[in-house]
């Protein structure tokens, strides 16, 4: 039994099988042309199948999608929190408070009514045009 990790699993080809360390390097300091060039020169040399190509060149699809969306991003820096100083607060308003000791029966509110309607009466009636 072999216990040695293949050619492709260590340094500088792991980068390409391992997508996890991809999260831990920026896509800027790896160098693609250089990564695949020797791994298919090693992999000629060992006379390995290509299905291990098929997964470095994923992850160089994977590299490339990151420059590019770096790239399209301009790599700003992230906008600021707002602070919660960063806006006016009013103080709030005192309103005046007033007691009203009225009481109003129904004697009032009938008396209320008929002057209302009292003023309805006098008022003159609209003329009307005939149809």
């Known amino acids: 039994m072999r216990s040695e990790k293949p050619f492709y699993l260590k340094p500088p080809w792991e980068i390409l099988f391992a997508e996890s360390k991809l999260k831990k390097v920026s896509p800027w300091e790896i160098d693609l042309t250089f990564l695949l060039t020797t791994l298919l020169e090693e992999m000629y040399k060992v006379g390995i199948d290509f299905r291990a190509a098929g997964v470095a060149i994923n992850t160089s699809a994977l ?4 420059k590019a969306e ?13 602070k919660e100083g ?7 308003l005192e309103l005046p ?8 029966t129904i004697r009032d509110l009938l008396e209320a009514l008929e002057r209302a309607l009292e003023e309805v009466e006098r008022r003159p009636k609209p003329k009307l045009l005939p149809p």
């Open 97 to 104: 408070f007033r007691f009203e000791y009225t009481t109003t």
């Open 70 to 82: 770096l790239l399209l991003k301009m790599e700003e820096p992230p906008s600021a929190p707002k």
């Open 63 to 66: 590299i490339y999608l990151k």
């Open 86 to 92: 960063d806006f006016y607060l009013p103080p709030p």
